[in-house]
Structure formats: C-alpha cells, structure tokens
C-alpha cells in the first residue's frame, strides 16, 4: 500500500504542476491580449470571440476535474481505508477489462466514421476532408504502433 500512496504523490505533483500551468493559461486569455498577444484564427470577429471563450472554458473545465482529483487523492493519502478503497477501484480487472473493451471498440467505430466523413467531408471542403484523413491516418499509425509495443512487451 506504501507504493500506491508514493504514486499517488507523485501523481499529485504532476496534476499540481498542470494545474498552475491551466491556470496560467486561463489569466493569458481572460487578459485578451494585454499581457501577451496571442495568434487569432483568420476570420470574423465573432469567430475569433467564440473561440477564445471555447479555449477558456475547456481549459477552466480540465482545471476543475484536475483540482477534483487532486482533493481525492490528498483525501485517500491521508486516510488508509480510502486509500485501500481507491487502490481497489483502480486496480480491479473486470473495470480493466471493461475499459480496454470499450476503448478498442470505439477506436474501431471512429476509424470507419472517420473514413466516411473523409469521403463525405471531401465534396464540401478539401481542407476538411485531408483534416479529418490525416486524423484517420494518425489514430491508424498509433494503433499500429502500440499494438506492435504491447505484442513486444506483453
């Protein structure tokens, strides 16, 4: 249970360090460019509003789960009953199972969704269509890669 608990201090530390540098991150974009200025996408106004905001609030919303996980975590080092429960649900085969199942199928489904809005995204948009393929290809490579680095490993 020791280790578990050192893992999860240094588990802590990295969601600290990304914490401070969401939060960093968020100010930068609240200051609209008074502090740095930073590229804005080419067109409208109001696009480039709705995105600024769009960056703020996924970064605002990935602060939030890490200071959620940071609490956890603090709360199960501190408490040994926690900590064993939390050790338990982290590492019980049938959730593993479960989520490697459920991982794999959905690669699978947004693989050939991803060939289908290629084919469908190309009459509208070239750049949509070579957007999306050159996303099919990466998601294609990294299943490849990693199959290849757990057949090897496993």
Request: one cysteine or more; glycine letters at 10%; a positive charge.
């Amino acid at each position: 249970m020791e280790q578990y608990r050192e893992k999860l201090k240094m588990q802590n530390a990295l969601i600290a360090i990304g914490c401070g540098i969401l939060a960093l991150f968020c100010m930068v974009i609240a200051m609209d460019g008074n502090l740095i200025t930073l590229p804005k996408p080419e067109a409208s106004e109001h696009w480039q509003d709705f995105w600024q905001g769009f960056c703020t609030g996924a970064a605002a919303g990935i602060l939030l789960l890490m200071v959620f996980f940071l609490a956890r975590n603090l709360r199960a080092i501190s408490d040994d009953k926690m900590l064993k429960k939390l050790y338990i649900k982290t590492n019980d085969e049938r959730t593993e199972k479960i989520y490697t199942t459920a991982r794999g199928t959905a690669m699978q489904v947004f693989l050939i969704g991803g060939l289908a809005a290629v084919c469908i995204g190309g009459y509208f948009s070239m750049t949509v269509g070579l957007t999306i393929l050159g996303c099919v290809i990466f998601c294609s490579l990294c299943c490849i890669g990693f199959k290849l680095y757990f057949s090897a490993k496993l």
